[in-house]
């Protein structure tokens, strides 16, 4: 069985990569993760018009096992106008799918940068993998999932697929543009100005719980096993996904942390 992780991230070039919170995230969680599997494959994709740094290899050694994929950030036109976060957010389930697919992976964990490791996630897949339905955490945004009625909903920040999921890809990303021009212009009388200005941040992974959903092809991880940023901090669980404005408590010093 070949399984892998798949994170897909995007840095307007007018950022330095170097100091950028994904990039020194995402060194933090590929850190973690080769403290605890060594051999698992990842694939990286990234856009960012300039070169990575020089010293790319201080914050992310030498690996065999790990793979640096550029990618053009293509924004879609037909998205609603209140979809401001596009560019951010829209790549990350089109590369999901894609490395899920171009790999010819069994099973995948699409995942966020801001996470780390504290078990093999070979366990999840053990656990998880192979089966026809899409495995996450419940979402934790209760006002919005409530208002919106897609209670408990999903947070896609660490996300397991199994190729037989890739069926689903065209009707899911179809389904996603449906839902997410639907649902910004239905509420965008309906909710106060500063819930309307955050439903495009949490909106994408409301569409794809939506489209699985209704389909009774989504299920949850065990607490246990994935633990989100709003629960009690332990180490006994595979990955921790502790929120990106959250990151100076779980970063190490010389990637601008805290700790």
Not at 158 to 170: A, E, G, Y
Not at 186 to 203: N, R
Not at 210 to 222: E, G, P, Q, T, W
Request: net charge negative.
């Amino acid at each position: 069985m070949e399984n892998g992780l798949v994170y897909s991230i995007v840095i307007d070039e007018q950022y330095d990569i170097e100091h950028h919170n994904l990039y020194r995230q995402l060194s933090h969680s590929l850190n973690t993760l080769r403290k605890v599997n060594k051999n698992i494959k990842v694939k990286v994709y990234y856009s960012y018009k300039k070169e990575l740094p020089k010293n790319h290899f201080v914050y992310f050694p030498e690996d065999p096992n790990t793979e640096f994929l550029p990618f053009e950030n293509k924004v879609s036109s037909d998205w609603h106008p209140g979809f401001w976060s596009a560019s951010v957010v829209e790549h990350r389930w089109i590369n999901a799918f894609r490395g899920l697919q171009d790999f010819d992976f069994d099973n995948i964990i699409t995942m966020d940068t801001d996470t780390e490791f504290f078990r093999d996630p070979e366990e999840l897949f053990t656990k998880y993998g192979n089966t026809d339905f899409i495995w996450s955490r419940e979402d934790n945004c209760d006002d919005l999932t409530k208002t919106l009625r897609v209670y408990p909903a999903l947070n896609d920040g660490v996300s397991l697929l199994s190729k037989n999921i890739l069926k689903h890809k065209d009707m899911c990303l179809l389904s996603m543009k449906q839902y997410i021009n639907y649902t910004l212009e239905k509420y965008k009388t309906l909710l106060s100005e500063k819930d309307y200005y955050q439903l495009p941040w949490v909106i994408v992974p409301y569409s794809v719980y939506d489209y699985f959903v209704s389909r009774n092809i989504n299920r949850y991880f065990d607490k246990d096993d994935v633990l989100m940023h709003i629960e009690d901090k332990k180490d006994s669980h595979v990955i921790r996904h502790y929120f990106s404005s959250n990151a100076s408590k779980f970063l190490p010093k010389w990637l601008g942390g805290a700790e």
